[in-house]
C-alpha cells in the first residue's frame, strides 16, 4: 500500500503509486508509528522542493529520521518541478542552493526588492497556495497564451500545463500529448500556479519537467 505522500498541483496529498522526480516537505507532520498523516497538512510556512538523491543521505519514507528515534520532516513526492510549484513549494536552499538562489533572485526582479529572502516568498506563497486556503482564480481561455512555460489550471479536477503554447494534460504518471488551446473553449477553468510563482515563471525561471512533456 502507498504511503500518502504524493502531491497533486492542488497541494492535496494522495496515496499513489507513483513518486515522481521530486522530493520535498513542509515540515513534520506524520506519525512515524503508523506512517499516516496527522490532521494537519503543513507545519512550516516553508514549502519546499529537494532533489530525490542528496550526497549520501539515507531516509526512511515517513518514518523517524531524527536523532533519538523521533519523526523528521515528512518526505513529499511531486511529479515533476512543475508540478510542486503550482501546489505552492519553492526549491530548496540545502540540497538545491543555486535553483533556489535564482528563485528567489528572479522573485526579487519581479516584485523590485533589492534584497529577497526565502521567507518573503514564503510569506507571500502562503496566502497564494490552495492547500493553506487560497482561492483559484479564473481564468478565460483566450488568456492563457498570457500565462508563463509552466502555468498549471484545472477544468474542474482535470488539470493541465502549459508548454510552447499548448496545453498538457497532468496525470501522476506523466503528461498526456499537446493539445491546442481551443479544444477547452467554452469550460470554466482555474488557475491553480500560485501568482507569485508565476511572476517569477515569468521572469525566466525554468522549471524541471518530467520526461513525458518532451513526448
Known sequence: MPLQNRVDPF?????VPDRGLFTGNRGIIHDPETKTLLKKRWALPAWIICVRQFRDVRREPMGRNRKGGKAGWTELF????VTAL???HRPCFFCQ???ARDFVGRFGEAFGIAEPRAPMVDKRLHKERLASGGRPPGIAVEDLAGLPDGAMFADGRTVYALRRGKTLRWSF???GPPADYGLLKGRTLSLLTP???LAVLRHGFRPVWHPTAEA
Not at 497541494?11 to 496515496?15: L, M, P, V
Open 11 to 15: 497541494g492535496t496529498i494522495h496515496a
Open 78 to 81: 511531486f511529479l515533476d518541478e
Open 86 to 88: 503550482a501546489g505552492g
Open 97 to 99: 542552493r543555486e535553483r
Open 173 to 175: 504518471a506523466g503528461y
Open 195 to 197: 501568482a507569485t510563482t
